[in-house]
T-cell receptor
Framework: GEDVEQSLFLSVREGDSSVINCTYT??????LYWYKQEPGAGLQLLTY?????DMKQDQRLTVLLNKKDKHLSLRIADTQTGDSAIYFC???????????FGTGTRLTVIP | DSGVTQTPKHLITATGQRVTLRCSPR?????VYWYQQSLDQGLQFLIQ???????AKGNILERFSAQQFPDLHSELNLSSLELGDSALYFC?????????????FGSGTRLTVV
């Protein structure tokens, strides 16, 4: 079955860039997503990328996709304390009924 | 407010009991998904409904069941509760039955079994 992997923890200093990585196994993945979960809250869709794209930028967020290596990354520029959260990578395939989520990466921003 | 409403927000109950969690999807969304999030197992997909019909099943225990009603709200029933069922239960909704649209999540129901 589909497998989506992420490292569990990342710590960065305020103002630095954060890079959260994700690898997936399903070669038929069509859409790849990044979700953010703040403490005590549900998951919030941050951004997504279609599999025929290499990069997508949205303000401080940059998503890079290496389809050959099945590697997805989320870069957060000028990381702020409010960015501290768990970030989930997810993928779906054409015709699939649901998203497959990674384990989530807990980002801690040190003031 | 994401538009997906889950009730109750918190639930404390004893082992062996039965509870019902409720979800109202975002207006216009036909698909509802249930997820369980525990500390040691991350986000686990339980079940999906689309326009009243079960569409996909994940790691859902036989003690758990769900349904989606004609008004599209959904309920997740958990019975013979065990300590290990303590978790956050999320509902999400989407327009389509599948890909591309992403999901909108509710804020979850925190279930504590004592």
């Amino acid at each position: 079955g589909e497998d989506v992997e992420q490292s569990l923890f990342l710590s960065v200093r305020e103002g630095d860039s954060s890079v959260i990585n994700c690898t997936y196994t399903d070669s038929s993945s069509t859409y790849l997503y990044w979700y953010k979960q703040e403490p005590g809250a549900g998951l919030q869709l941050l951004t997504y990328i279609f599999s025929n794209m290499d990069m997508k930028q949205d303000q401080r967020l940059t998503v890079l996709l290496n389809k050959k290596d099945k590697h997805l990354s989320l870069r957060i520029a000028d990381t702020q304390t409010g960015d501290s959260a768990i970030y989930f990578c997810a993928e779906s395939s054409t015709g699939a009924n649901n998203l497959f989520f990674g384990t989530g990466t807990r980002l801690t921003v040190i003031p | 407010d994401s538009g997906v409403t889950q009730t109750p927000k918190h639930l404390i109950t004893a082992t062996g009991q039965r509870v019902t969690l409720r979800c109202s999807p975002r207006s216009g969304d036909l698909s509802v998904y249930w997820y369980q999030q525990s500390l040691d197992q991350g986000l686990q997909f339980l079940i999906q409904y689309y326009n009243g019909e079960e569409r996909a099943k994940g790691n859902i225990l036989e003690r758990f069941s769900a349904q989606q009603f004609p008004d599209l709200h959904s309920e997740l029933n958990l019975s013979s509760l065990e300590l290990g069922d303590s978790a956050l239960y999320f509902c999400a909704s989407s327009v389509e039955a599948g890909y591309g649209s992403g999901y909108t999540f509710g804020s979850g129901t925190r279930l504590t079994v004592v």
